[in-house]
């Protein structure tokens, strides 16, 4: 046992001393990334559970990486938060995201909202406004076809900043979601206090759907519809977990079970089919 706790203690030191080797070098590497054009958007598609029809796509980031390939965002966005570089990499989200959006819609495909996530940093950031603003006037896309995913922890703070903000950005005319409902704070006060739009159910709670008397996920969707919010379910795997979010009232969803982020060309092709249907 003495053994083991000691090249468990190896393995665990080795992994940190990785990590921050990682950490190290990303901090250096995410700008010039940046500037070298290194990142790129996937699309997840999120669908009507009834019929499949298309509702909207998340943009995830991925960044190309010369040598390590595709880095999932896990690995640098919290590194971008604490460097603040967050706030241009968030930019030049917002921007392709509307810049592709509007790209396909003149192709004559589809016309649905993309969704972007927002980091608490990045949304304090006194810049947001001017670029959410500016993307749309820019890429001449509708606001209506931008959603922005909040996350909890940003609606948890109630003061001015946060009220102003957000009341601006539903002027502006954009969508807006809150992101992992239900892994955050406990009080609700903040979903009267701010015009958004949609909840989406964080995926542990989808994970352990197996029943229709699943207690939080069934609070989640009553919440949704007596505050007349819209609801999405995210991360599901599974077509029983599809159909139980159904039953329960649930009618949206993003998950593996209908389909995985994908690169600009392989999500417009599934706009190409959603023509064809
Ligand atoms: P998130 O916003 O909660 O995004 C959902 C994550 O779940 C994505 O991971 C997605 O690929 C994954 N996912 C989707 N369907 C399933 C499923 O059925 N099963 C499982 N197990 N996973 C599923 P990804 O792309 O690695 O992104 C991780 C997180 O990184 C995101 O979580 C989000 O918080 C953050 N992120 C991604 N792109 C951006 C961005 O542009 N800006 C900021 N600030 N954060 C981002
Ligand atoms: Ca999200
Ligand atoms: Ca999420
Ligand atoms: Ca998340």
């Known amino acids: 046992a003495k053994e083991a706790g000691r090249s468990d203690y190896r393995f665990f030191t080795a992994d940190l001393n990785a990590r921050a080797l990682e950490r190290l070098s990303f901090e250096g590497g995410l700008r010039a990334a940046l500037e070298h054009g290194e990142f790129v958007l996937h699309y997840q598609p999120q669908v ?3 019929d499949g029809e298309l509702i909207g796509f998340e943009a995830l980031v991925r960044w190309q990486h010369p040598q390590l390939g595709l880095v999932p965002p896990n690995r640098f966005i919290p590194i971008a938060e604490d460097s603040g570089l967050i706030v241009a990499l968030g930019e030049w989200v917002i921007e392709a995201a509307c810049r592709q959006n509007r790209d396909w819609q003149r192709q004559g495909l589809p016309h649905v909202p993309i969704a972007v996530n927002l980091s608490a940093v990045q949304f304090r950031h006194r810049a947001l406004l ?11 896309l509708a606001a209506d076809c931008l959603e922005l995913e909040l996350t909890e922890s940003i609606l948890m703070q109630a003061d001015r900043v946060t009220l102003d903000t957000v009341s601006y950005l539903k002027e502006l005319g954009v969508q807006l979601s809150i992101d992992d409902f239900g892994t955050g704070y406990s009080s609700l006060g ?6 958004v739009d949609k909840l989406k159910i964080d995926q542990s709670f989808v994970r352990g759907l197996d029943a229709a008397d699943d207690v939080i996920v069934t609070t989640i969707i009553g919440l949704a519809h007596n505050l007349g919010l819209g609801v999405i379910a995210e991360g599901v795997e599974t077509a029983e977990q599809a159909r139980l979010l ?6 949206e969803a993003q998950g593996y079970h209908f389909g995985r982020p994908l690169p600009a060309t ?7 089919h959603e023509n064809e249907r």
């Open 48 to 50: 009507a559970i009834a």
């Open 130 to 140: 001017a670029t959410v603003a500016g993307a749309l006037a820019e890429s001449g």
């Open 190 to 195: 903040y979903l009267k206090r701010f015009p």
């Open 246 to 251: 159904l039953e329960l009232g649930c009618g």
């Open 266 to 272: 392989e999500a417009r092709g599934v706009l190409l």
